[in-house]
């Protein structure tokens, strides 16, 4: 057996074209998601049939949309090939755009919103990424991606009140029409195209997994945590620059200059969380006093005074929160998942991802326009208690490896042996062995097993 970790080599250039050009397009695109967050509320007032209801279902549309059709889009992309459908994508994405920027009323952008996100493809470029990589390199691929997701959030914070100066909010519509057709012409000419595609464990959801994933109460539970995560942000956005604007004095043109930095110093303070999570085996305890902190944000953004002061050192709180739980949920998510499921578990977990993202548009606008700005934040707070309940029950994650062995086998009783010797090795938690792909999953303990007793 040969470990594909271990294959001479690092990333060809092909594999790095591949994870690079791809994470560009993803960037793209959730760049042109993200900019209108920190601006959208600021503009809804001139639109046509303006409501705070409306308006946080403006900003969370996208979500629902997402949610219910990326992983059928991903399941399309096995079928007819992955460009076509990330093409689509994005020229569905381009299309909302160019409506919204068009739009002189708060339904049609809401139209134009659902739009945008039935242009999912996160599940095709994920599953292309694998198709263009080797399995001991598939991970690092998307690692590249998912950076590019953390990144691009951070830039639209602070392009989104720049931009919204300069073109304002249609023009930056028009200008994620603009970012996605450059993604459509990086799918065409920069993104390689696979000599193969078929489905990948590791990289996308299996619908004969669906019913065992959804059984793992552990991996629910992480799933109800993004979903609260991203509401709790959403709605956060559906007031928060009206309360810098008209609480703590900040004109919309220098909403940048409170972003930036707090970001900045945010993703700083979570680096000590993180190392102590992950290398000194801290998970759990760094884990809940990050939902601890996010709802010690979101308190305080309703009971303490407003003042440029406190908005600052809170929004610091709340990014540090939710930069170190955005880190760290997949990391739990890889960790919990069955080995062989993976990709399935992450096509939940994204799903329920961007369903947060509409639920907290839709709250956040419903409880701002019934009880008014501040009970957003309440709202935020108890949703994050609710999570820290739950969480408090999680068992202390085990601090496992999956490793993936290169397997030769020609009849499935061979297989089902294979997996009972390697399931009773020492520090083997979980094995799994797939004949027709001729690989052999492992969850290991690292300090308890030894690879030389491989058979």
């Keep these: 057996m040969q470990r594909l970790e271990h294959s001479e080599g690092g ?28 601006v959208f509320a600021l503009y809804a007032v001139e639109l046509e049939g303006f409501t705070p209801a409306l308006t946080g279902l403006a900003i969370g549309a996208y979500g629902l949309t997402q949610a219910l059709l990326q992983i059928p889009a991903g399941l399309l992309s ?42 999912a493809i996160a599940a095709a470029i994920m599953a292309l990424a694998a198709d263009l990589t080797r399995e001991q390199h598939r991970i690092k691929a998307m690692a590249v991606i998912g950076m590019s997701i953390g990144l691009s959030f ?4 602070v392009l989104g009140p720049l931009l919204n100066e300069w073109v304002g909010v249609p023009g930056i519509f028009a200008i994620t029409a603009v970012l996605a057709l450059g993604g459509i012409l990086m799918v065409i000419f920069v993104v390689p195209r696979p ?42 956005f559906v007031v928060l620059p009206l309360v810098l604007r008209d609480e703590a004095g900040v004109d919309s043109s220098h909403h ?6 707090v970001l900045v110093c945010s993703v700083l303070a979570m680096l000590p969380l993180i ?25 305080g953004l309703y009971v303490v005074p407003v ?29 919990v998942a069955p080995v062989d499921c993976r990709g399935t578990a992450m096509g939940f977990y994204s799903s329920a991802q961007f ?18 700005t501040h009970a957003v934040f309440l709202c935020g707070a108890t949703g994050a208690l609710l999570w820290l309940m739950l969480a408090l029950s999680m068992s202390r994650p085990e601090k496992l490896s999956s490793l993936i062995y290169k397997i030769d086998l020609s009849e499935s009783a061979d297989a089902v042996r294979l997996r009972q010797q390697l399931a009773g090795l020492a520090g083997v938690v979980e094995a799994v062995v797939v004949a027709e792909e001729g690989v052999a999953y492992l969850k290991v303990d690292k300090q308890r097993f030894d690879e030389t007793s491989l058979p």
């Design 11 to 38: 990333m060809s250039r092909a594999e790095l074209r591949a994870a690079l050009s791809l994470s560009g397009v993803y960037a793209l695109r959730m760049l042109g998601l993200f900019m209108i967050l920190p």
């Design 78 to 119: 096995d079928r007819i090939g992955r460009k076509p459908v990330i093409i689509g994508g994005l020229a569905l994405f381009a299309l909302g755009s160019v409506v919204a920027a068009q739009a002189d009323s708060i339904v049609v952008v809401i139209i134009a919103r659902a739009l945008q996100g039935a242009g």
């Design 154 to 157: 951070a830039a639209a914070m």
């Design 195 to 236: 000599a193969l595609s078929r489905p990948h464990r590791v990289a996308e959801a299996i619908p004969a997994q669906f019913g065992r994933v959804l059984r793992q109460i552990p991996l629910l539970r992480l799933d109800f945590g993004i979903l609260m995560l991203h509401a709790i942000l959403t709605a956060s």
């Design 256 to 261: 940048w200059k409170v972003y930036l930095p």
């Design 275 to 299: 190392i102590q999570a992950e290398r000194k085996g801290h998970t759990k305890p760094v884990f809940l006093l990050a939902i601890f902190l996010l709802m010690l944000a979101e308190l």
């Design 307 to 335: 003042s440029l002061v406190s908005v600052v050192f809170l929004l610091f709180v709340f990014f540090t929160a939710f930069n170190l739980l955005e880190a760290m949920l997949p990391s739990l998510i890889s960790r």
């Design 355 to 372: 369903f947060g993202a509409f639920l907290g548009g839709m709250l956040g606008g419903l409880l701002q326009g019934r009880f008014g």
